[in-house]
Nanobody, 124 residues
Framework: QVQLVESGGGLVQAGGSLRLSCVASGRTFSSYVMAWFRQAPGKEREFVATMRWSGGIILYADSVKGRFTISRDNAKNTVYLQMNSLKPEDTAVYYC?????????????????WGQGTQVTVSS
């Protein structure tokens, strides 16, 4: 049973930073694609960043490019999202997602597994 557990959310002022963590368990994730999505109140869940656990392809949404960085720690089975220069419009629940294989994970319907989400609130 694959389990994804996010942490690291919180309240931060505009311009600040947060690092989200997603601990993955239940499988060997070397053949998975991992991603972060977010969902603001009243809006659809949207793509933030994605990477293959084995390395290689890393993609970002235009709205976070240059400010957010996705990475992973194989020893800890953890995927991170470093968020810098945060803006009020980054306020959302952030979700970790996983897809089996080496495909593309940039749309919510492409995910096989989801975490429970962690709230990020950026005040102006």
């Amino acid at each position: 049973q694959v389990q994804l557990v996010e942490s690291g959310g919180g309240l931060v002022q505009a311009g600040g930073s947060l690092r989200l963590s997603c601990v993955a368990s239940g499988r060997t994730f070397s053949s998975y694609v991992m991603a972060w999505f977010r969902q603001a109140p009243g809006k659809e869940r949207e793509f933030v960043a994605t990477m293959r656990w084995s390395g290689g392809i890393i993609l970002y949404a235009d709205s976070v490019k240059g400010r957010f960085t996705i990475s992973r720690d194989n020893a800890k089975n953890t995927v991170y999202l470093q968020m810098n220069s945060l803006k009020p419009e980054d306020t959302a629940v952030y979700y970790c997602a996983a897809q089996v294989g080496f495909g593309r994970l940039s749309r919510p319907e492409e995910a096989d597994y989801w975490g429970q989400g962690t709230q990020v609130t950026v005040s102006s």
